[in-house]
């Protein structure tokens, strides 16, 4: 089983619509979570931390629930800017690394 | 961020040859990790350094690959006899001496193709 989980997609979603990606994570030990953005194959960049009250940037709202082990991301009024990959990332502090997973694809459309 | 420079961006190699592979951090960071994306794939750990220090290799393949970061100068990936399968994207990632992720930054990649 991977260490964290992602829906490939990809999500094709009209300008506007709400869409919503998961990521179910199996390492207990894990301490912090992000959503990082890749857009076509370029450097992964930093989204958003991810936190159990939840956590909202503008139109990109993170939840983590640590009992199911499952985060979350909510994009609101989705623009044509979104189109990306979404990745799910976990880190481990004894490790001080990263685990990333696959990633979601977004494409938002006319 | 541009802060966290790879060079180079593209390297070809024919089966057999080396490969190197560089990474300047950002100024006033001094830990480095490295990480390969594969066609397709997420991002897989590789390698964690400090100056002059290896903290967690657990994500290199045993034989071929090596990295360092000396004491001056960049850190270096080295991939000795390339094979087909190591053609991938190898992001380089700096942080800061406390190591808080929020406060690191990935380079653009170089881009590793075998022929």
């Known amino acids: 089983r991977k260490e964290v989980e992602q829906d490939p997609g990809p999500f094709n979603v009209p300008e506007g619509a709400t869409v919503a990606f998961n990521c179910t994570y199996s390492?207990?030990?894990?301490?912090?979570f992000f959503w990082y953005r890749q857009d076509c194959r370029k450097e992964p960049k930093l989204l958003m931390s991810?936190?159990?009250s939840g956590n909202e940037d503008g139109r990109f709202t993170a939840q983590l629930n640590r009992a199911s082990q499952y985060i979350s991301l909510l994009i609101r009024d989705s623009k044509l800017s979104d189109s990306a990959t979404y990745l799910c990332?976990?880190?481990?502090?004894?490790?001080?690394?990263?685990?990333f997973g696959t990633g979601t694809q977004l494409k938002v459309e006319l | 961020n541009a802060g966290v420079m790879q060079n180079p961006r593209h390297l070809v190699r024919r089966r057999g040859q080396e490969a190197r592979l560089r990474c300047s951090p950002m100024?006033?960071?001094?830990?480095v990790y490295w990480y390969r994306q594969l066609p397709e794939e997420g991002l897989k750990f590789m390698v964690y350094?400090?100056?002059?220090?290896?903290?967690?290799e657990s994500g290199m393949p045993k034989e071929r690959f090596s990295a360092e970061f000396p004491k001056e100068g960049p850190s270096i990936l080295r991939i000795q006899q390339v094979v087909r399968g190591d053609s991938a994207a190898y992001f380089c990632?700096?942080?800061?001496?406390?190591?808080?992720?929020?406060?690191?930054?990935f380079g653009q990649g170089t881009r590793l193709t075998v022929v």
């Open positions: 990632a700096s942080s800061p001496p406390i190591g808080n992720w929020k406060e690191a930054f």
């Open positions: 390492n207990s030990a894990s301490q912090s």
């Open positions: 991810v936190y159990s």
């Open positions: 990332v976990a880190f481990t502090g004894g490790g001080n690394k990263l685990t």
């Open positions: 100024k006033g960071h001094s830990h």
């Open positions: 350094l400090q100056k002059e220090n290896i903290i967690d």
